[in-house]
Nanobody
């Protein structure tokens, strides 16, 4: 099983980016996005169920970020709007095999990170 994250880059505050996470090998029950700011621990950002009917977000991104899933492409997206300098981090996608809460501890498969830098 592989998760391939992409879409990071440099953007000015207030701008937008869309991250993609392409999964191959199997379909998981839930998928999530996490981020690790410089010098800090990895933290939860957003999660979505396999069918896309369930989504939830960290308070810090609620209303600005949107997670979505294209089942045909087995790809999960994170649309990030109104970006702030504090959103600067390496973003990771992860997946869990069962209908459980998506957290750093429950993720069983991780993609490589993609760096998002938001300049002020």
């Amino acid at each position: 099983v592989q998760l391939q994250a992409s879409g990071g880059g440099l953007v000015q505050a207030g701008g937008s980016l869309r991250l993609s996470c392409a999964a191959s090998g199997r379909t998981f029950s839930r998928y999530g996005w996490f981020r690790q700011p410089p010098g800090k621990e990895r933290e939860f950002v957003a999660a979505i169920s396999r069918t896309g009917t369930l989504t939830y977000y960290a308070d810090s991104v609620e209303g600005r970020f949107t997670i979505s899933r294209d089942s045909a492409k087995n790809t999960v997206y994170l649309e990030m709007n109104s970006l702030k300098p504090e959103d600067t981090a390496v973003y990771y996608c992860g997946a869990v095999p069962s209908a459980t809460l998506v957290t750093v501890r429950t993720v069983t498969s991780w993609g490589q990170g993609t760096l998002v830098t938001v300049s002020s």
